[in-house]
């Protein structure tokens, strides 16, 4: 069985500084890795993924993820925060036919 | 392109009706759609995965007979909550797949805020 593990409910960042979202990831098999954002009351947009070869991976808004096996992580990354990147955000792993979400991390970025 | 609507966006219900939330993908042909609950400040919960044309696949924990599904075409499928009681009250987001593509190439709805009072 596959299941994401985002440490970190809450990440308060200023305005131009780093992002960092954790993700560790469990899975018997090669996974499929994701990064959703999700704004209020909307649904999830799909930032990037990985599925195979290159292991850093770049997706939209300035976000880039690295697939570490050795780690079993997936953290996403953000050279410099700005305001509308305050969101919601959900790591998730394809398993068999479904995709499992983590519990998600509330991003907070202050002026 | 991959665009997911869901209508309608907020409903708010009395205890006991029911109420029935659209799933439609506008620009594609979705042979599988799913339903996911999610409750406030918590992450998507599966509910049921929907193939066209035959019955739903329903979670552990799911009540089949409270939460309806029919993907009776291949760009519609509707979840209807019978019977809703307040602690139905949830955002449901669906998500497609384009035709035959894999799993995890899921497109999401925007969702749809249901509330029973």
């Known amino acids: 069985a596959q299941s994401v593990t985002q440490l970190g409910s809450h990440v308060s960042v200023s305005e131009g500084a780093l992002v960092l979202l954790r993700c560790n990831y469990s899975?018997?098999?090669?996974?499929?890795l994701f990064w959703y954002v999700q704004y209020p009351n909307q649904g999830l947009q799909l930032l990037l993924k990985?599925?195979?070869?290159?292991?850093l991976v770049k997706g939209i808004n300035g976000f880039e993820a690295e697939f570490k096996k050795s780690e079993t992580s997936f953290h996403l990354t953000k050279p410099s925060a700005h305001m509308s990147d305050a969101a919601e955000y959900f790591c998730?792993?394809?398993?068999?036919?479904?995709?499992?979400f983590g519990t998600g991390t509330r991003l907070l970025v202050s002026p | 392109g991959a665009v997911v609507s869901q209508h309608p966006s907020w409903v708010i219900c009395k205890s006991g009706t029911s109420v029935k939330i659209e799933c439609r993908s506008l620009?594609?042909?979705?042979?599988?759609m799913f339903w996911y609950r999610q409750f406030p400040k918590q992450s998507l919960m599966l509910m049921a995965t929907?193939?066209?044309?035959?019955?739903?696949?329903?979670e552990q924990g799911v009540e089949k007979d409270k939460f309806l599904i029919n993907h009776a075409s291949l760009t519609l499928s509707t979840l209807t909550v019978t019977s809703a009681h307040p602690e139905d009250s949830s955002f449901y987001i669906c998500?497609?797949?384009?035709?035959?593509?894999?799993?995890?190439?899921?497109?999401f709805g925007p969702g749809t805020r249901l509330t029973v009072t």
């Open positions: 620009d594609f042909q979705a042979t599988t």
């Open positions: 929907s193939n066209e044309g035959s019955k739903a696949t329903y």
């Open positions: 998500s497609a797949i384009p035709g035959r593509r894999a799993p995890y190439e899921q497109y």
């Open positions: 899975s018997s098999v090669p996974p499929y």
């Open positions: 998730a792993v394809s398993g068999f036919q479904k995709l499992v």
């Open positions: 990985y599925t195979t070869g290159a292991t």
